[in-house]
């Protein structure tokens, strides 16, 4: 198979691997993507995994090469707290929640950092759709949990406010599906620091 011919093929593809390339080319030899990468034409995001190197990489697509990399896992903490708007600033890595093991990738594109969750916890997320892709995006109130639950620390009213949560975002958070939430993750230490935060919020 030709370059040219390659990239028609998966010119849809936001990310791909050798096995997407053998679904297409059962032949294909790997040798030709080594080649590919020494001449500019694709870029390595981590083993197996690749990217065209004329692509424009943004924030979501990121999320879409997050999900793809590692699964189980869906995009959130700081990362979905971010895309909401809750917290100001951008994130410089795509944080995921997984139930297989915490693991970090460093690449050229970005760093995806995962945490691991108890399985049962892998809940509160969905799709969202994105140039006829889609990725896994925990909910906000899933995403302010999971940042609490791994973060036990952010438990005063100062580190709260250290937060800067967008005062108008927060009227997007469905209280009673927080506090629903809140109780499946079975941890009263967790319950009194997130109701703490609610408290905080409204008086803020």
Known sequence: MQYLEF???LKDFIIFSLDD????EPSFH???L?????KGYIKKV??????FSDF?????????IANKIFDPSYVSMES?????NLIPEGVYSVISITSRKTYVFKSSLAQFNYRKIRPELMFGYGLVQYRNHAF???????????YFYFNPKIKTNGRFAELRINKETVKQIDLDKLKRYLILFNNKAMEKRVNKFIKFMQYA
């Open 34 to 38: 080594n080649e590919w990468q020494k």
């Open 7 to 9: 990239r028609e093929q």
């Open 80 to 84: 979905a707290l971010s895309y909401y």
């Open 136 to 146: 896994k995006m925990a909910e906000i109130e899933k995403a302010l949990l999971d």
């Open 46 to 51: 981590i083993k197996k995994y690749y990217v």
């Open 21 to 24: 390339i053998k679904k297409i």
């Open 30 to 32: 790997r040798q030709r």
């Open 56 to 64: 424009e990489i943004d924030e979501r697509s990121l999320f879409i």
